[in-house]
């Protein structure tokens, strides 16, 4: 059986935006949350989920990763917010 990768994106308590991947999203969030995470998630608790896609493998959710990093505040805040209001999450 294949496992499944994320790219997620959190909002730190000072409105920072970070991106991360992993195979397990609510383990990753409960560990930022712990300040088990990176130094940048560390410094800006609480975090909170924004927006998380699955992958079929590490490769493509890597591929999205990368991209979103390179992404303005301005531009990864819109994805998020389209999205969450695609799937019925934004109202």
Request: aromatic letters at 10%.
């Amino acid at each position: 059986m294949q496992q499944s990768w994320f790219c997620y994106m959190l909002c730190c308590k000072d409105g920072s935006l970070y991106v991360g991947m992993g195979d397990n999203v609510s383990g990753h969030l409960r560990r930022h949350n712990k300040g088990l995470g990176p130094e940048f998630t560390k410094k800006r608790r609480p975090v909170e989920l924004l927006w998380k896609r699955k992958f079929q493998d590490r490769s493509a959710a890597k591929r999205t990763l990368e991209e979103l990093k390179g992404w303005s505040y301005r531009k990864k805040l819109e994805f998020a917010c389209r999205t969450a209001q695609a799937q019925g999450k934004g109202e």
